[in-house]
């Protein structure tokens, strides 16, 4: 596992967006960044999911987060803009974003991938990160020290067969890490770093390996030190990297 232990004020202040907060890794990481001292906004599709994990996280003591609910596949530019006004308006600026959201699609050769299918995964993975990224800059701009961290693969770093869509997309989304990274190097305060949570104990994971026991995969809690360490001032000076969270 990732080799950090966090000191319990690491994110003391600091506004952090996570997408797909209401299940998985997101669920895990939101909770990790309140318990740290961070006020969330929680995003995702279902709002049952994301008042679940926002009931959690005030339960616990924790500052009240903000639930916002978008569907990035649906989502347009007007969506992300009016996203923009209201984070504004409640928080003033964004100290840390974590794009977590993602979909499988089939796991399938290339020939076999239907059109809709592709870019159902493209739309998700790869344009509604650059849409929210492009949205969020002017808040992360605003921050002392941003953190802008983008959810990889070890499908997204070398291409594997029945990969098909989500490996393409982990690939665009490693580059759109290292452009955002070398756009922001010596000239801005925010970094960008991609990170591949590596095999997890998720509803993701057991789509992709139906038959596999889940047992031998960690909890999203047990990788939270990478998600900590990446969007904390510890590692002010990481920018343009490929981690690996175990």
Do not use: C
Not at 61 to 66: F, R
């Amino acid at each position: 596992m990732f080799d950090y232990k966090a000191p319990p004020n690491l994110l003391a202040d600091r506004v952090i967006l996570v997408t797909g907060a209401g299940r998985g890794i997101g669920a895990a990481a939101a909770q990790a960044y309140a318990r740290h001292g961070a006020q969330l906004i929680l995003l995702g599709r279902t709002r049952a999911h994301l008042e679940n994990v926002a009931l959690r996280i005030r339960h616990a003591g924790h500052a009240n987060p903000m639930v916002y609910t978008l569907d990035l596949e649906t989502a347009r530019t007007a969506d992300y803009e009016q996203l923009e006004v209201a984070i504004e308006k409640r928080f003033d600026r964004l100290d840390g974003l974590l794009h977590n959201a993602s979909i499988l699609g089939p796991r399938a050769s290339l020939d076999e991938i239907p059109d809709a299918d592709f870019i159902q995964v493209m739309q998700v993975n790869v344009n509604a990160t650059f849409m929210l990224t492009r949205a969020m800059l002017p808040l992360l701009h605003r921050s002392k020290d941003a953190s802008v961290l983008f959810t990889s693969s070890s499908v997204g770093r070398k291409g594997r067969a029945q990969w098909g869509a989500y490996a393409v997309s982990k690939f665009a989304t490693e580059g759109l890490m290292q452009t955002l990274a070398d756009e922001s190097d010596g000239s801005s305060l925010i970094r960008a770093n991609s990170l591949n949570p590596g095999g997890t104990r998720t509803d993701m994971r057991a789509q992709a390996y139906p038959d596999e026991d889940p047992s031998r995969n960690p909890t999203p809690e047990e990788i939270m030190p990478a998600y900590l360490y990446l969007m904390g001032p510890d590692s002010a000076g990481v920018n343009g990297q490929a981690l690996d969270a175990r």
